[in-house]
């Protein structure tokens, strides 16, 4: 019994063992700021994603596979060539690279809403109520963070 009760204690603090520290996000946000200028995109873009995506996790993994900063699924991060997808500058870099792409294709709104449920959807006109809220609240920080300079 004691072991288990241990194990238990030590499996509810682990998550806040793996969260990044300021440091971490200070060091992301530049990695951020030097691939945004990279690509040609407003850095601010790229930090809104990361907050909606992991919330400056680089070890987040969604329900549905995704993983990183940036939440990228296995299959597209074969196709970017991340071969590291917890390695922060490997997952900002392609996903910055998938969501330029995107956005060049679809324009801004609906290059989140590939991003996030991937081109095919948006061509079929099949894109989830859940994927345009997801859109239209990294729209929104944005603005918010594009009005404080």
Known sequence: MKKYLFVLCVLTFLPFT?????IDKQETISLIKQISREYGVDYRLIYCVIKVESNFNPYAISHKGAQGLMQ??????KELGIT?????????????????????????RKGLWAYNAGPSRVLKKQVPKTTKLYANN????????????
């Open 72 to 77: 990228i699924m296995p299959g597209t991060q």
């Open 138 to 149: 990294i729209i929104r920080h944005y603005w918010r963070l594009y009005a404080r300079g």
């Open 18 to 22: 793996v969260y990044p520290n300021n």
């Open 84 to 108: 590291q997808p917890f390695s922060k500058y490997q997952n900002i870099k392609g996903g910055v690279v998938y969501l330029v792409k995107q956005i060049r294709r679809f324009g801004v």
